[in-house]
């Protein structure tokens, strides 16, 4: 489900939850999320959710969509993120509906997957790089790791097995030496990351 909270000088003027596959914003009145205002586009941006999350995407706005007073094409939505369309704030609410069907695996289709009550919690560990040594812990549903412009990845929680796949950058990242795309790669104990250079280990505990 998608919440979104429409804001205008700090006062809310529309507050809307969607359960579809996209939800579209602007002007029009043919937009799920309409906003009346000249400094937004007939069709300004949309939000389309898949098994890897979230995503914003700008729909070649004139006055542009900005997260953080930086203007972005396409960006994976965290809760109570804040997205500046033309004058108007938007927050976003993300809660994770379950899928239908697993997520497709371009790897190891045939290995057995633990179940959702029994997934342990996983860690990635940074091996190399000015940050070397540093743990980060797999709590959220989602967790992005990059560069905006340059690699951005995601690697998602699911009720069998934690998943990554590439989300925006011309870079791809790397897991054992393998270039993963958009499709969902299935992560093991042990797995190397490769991010432009930097490697982590995927761990289970």
Known sequence: ???????????????????KPRVTIGRRASNDVVIDHLTVSGQHAAVDTTSQG??????????????????IKKHLLQTDDTVDIGKYKLRFKIEADEPANPAP??????ESSASAATLPIAKIKVLTGTNEGRELTLNKPVTTLGSPGVLVAAITRQQDAYYIAHVEGTIFPKVNDLSI??????LENGDVIDFSGTRMAFRLE
């Open 105 to 110: 695996v371009i790897s190891r289709v045939n």
């Open 181 to 186: 795309d958009t499709q969902p790669f299935k």
């Open 1 to 19: 489900m998608v919440k979104i909270i429409v804001t205008y000088n700090g006062l809310i003027q529309q507050e809307l939850s969607f359960f």
């Open 54 to 71: 979230s995503f914003i995407l700008d729909l070649g706005s004139t006055n542009g969509t900005m997260i953080n007073g930086q203007p």
